[in-house]
């Protein structure tokens, strides 16, 4: 029965060295240590054996049951780092390599100024409102006193999509569209995307603009020069110089152009103001009573001030831009500048 025993520790062992996979372990395990296994096998004969000798019997085979048992469980741990480290090293995880950086985006150049703008706007009390880019003729012209065939339409070369429907040519139509909807008082401030045809390298056939309206009792030009020349000390900085100078839209009277003394020469000229030391900044006025009419507001009642502003040509002034249509080729290394 010694020699019986020894033989089945043999051949366990055989066959574990061929064995490879959990489940061939598993069934060698049970074939051999289970409940009806070769082992349970072996000693239903027990009764056969010399009473001397039974407790060595009992004692070798519980060595080989612990043996074989330690090893089959050893044989599959060892199985598992195996097909841990193979597929590791399939898949070519190298965990010793730095890790990739997770690139971070930015806000785009003429998001940024905008937001700026928005905020100094904010503090004076206006809200921000937007308008639609596909406009009708009426609110992007008719109502703004621009009638069809007047002259002030060809400083704005317009997409038209219908005869009476076009790609808005400024943020303006918007005032119209808020005064429309609200009564005074009312301060608003609208950002967006305007379209001209005009393409070099400060014209681009989308561009965007700020449009400003404040309407109330007793506004005067003097609010007007006062908010402007506020809002582009906090833009430019405090020591920034403005120049109002006259000017004419159809949808305000008296007209200002705004000019600031050039950020890139101090005032005594050079090629970003055309040698004239002045760069000019906004358009402005007060509400003409021609468009209060349009809107059903009384002009004798009401007054108000209104303005727009090219984003693209303040964020160039700002950040020293030369050529406006880098803000739209979406070149990561331009963008990053900022
Ligand atoms: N809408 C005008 C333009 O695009 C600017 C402007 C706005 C002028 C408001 C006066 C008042 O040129």
Redesign the pocket.
């Known amino acids: 029965m010694i020699s019986e025993l020894q033989q089945l520790e043999k051949d366990a062992l055989a066959e574990l060295d061929t064995a490879k996979t959990e489940d061939q372990f598993l069934s060698i395990k049970t074939k051999y240590l289970g409940r009806k296994g070769l082992l349970t096998g072996i000693l239903r004969n027990i009764a056969k054996v010399s009473d001397d000798e039974k407790p060595l019997i009992g004692k070798l085979c519980n060595e080989i049951k612990n043996s074989l048992s330690v090893k089959i469980d050893e044989a599959i741990q060892q199985q598992a780092r195996q097909k841990k480290e193979e597929i590791i090293l399939k898949e070519k995880i190298d965990v010793t390599l730095p890790g990739s950086s997770v690139k971070c985006g930015r806000i785009h150049p003429i998001n940024q100024i905008c937001r700026e703008i928005c905020s100094v706007f904010s503090s004076f009390g206006f809200s921000v409102v937007e308008g639609p880019e596909i406009e009708l003729d009426y609110y992007n012209f008719e109502a703004l006193n621009i009638p069809k065939d007047h002259p002030a339409r060809d ?2 070369d317009t997409f038209y999509i219908e005869e009476n429907i076009v790609l808005r ?4 139509p918007v ?1 119209v569209r808020v005064m429309e909807k609200f009564r005074p008082p009312l301060r608003i401030l609208s950002p967006g995307k ?1 379209y001209r045809r005009d393409s070099d390298v400060s014209h681009t056939p989308m561009f965007h ?1 700020i ?1 400003g309206l404040l309407v109330d009792k007793n506004v005067t030009f003097g609010d007007l020069k006062g908010i402007l020349t506020s809002f582009l000390k906090k833009i430019f900085g405090e020591v920034t110089v403005l120049r109002f100078r006259p000017s004419f ?1 159809p ?2 009277e008296p ?1 200002a152009e705004v000019d600031i003394r050039c950020v890139m020469c101090g005032g005594s000229g050079c090629r970003v103001c055309g040698q004239s030391g002045w760069l000019e900044i ?4 007060m509400v003409d009573p021609a468009v209060f009419r349009n809107v059903n507001y009384d002009s004798e009642e009401y007054s108000g001030f ?3 502003l090219g984003l693209e040509r303040m964020a160039m002034l700002k950040y020293g831009i030369s050529d406006i249509r880098l803000f739209f080729e979406n070149d990561i290394r331009f963008l990053k500048q900022f």
């Not at 040519?169 to 303006?172: I, V």
Request: negative net charge.
């Open positions: 400083m704005q040519t400024h943020t303006s005032q305007v603009q449009e839209f949808f305000t007209s906004l358009g402005s006025g209104a303005f727009g």
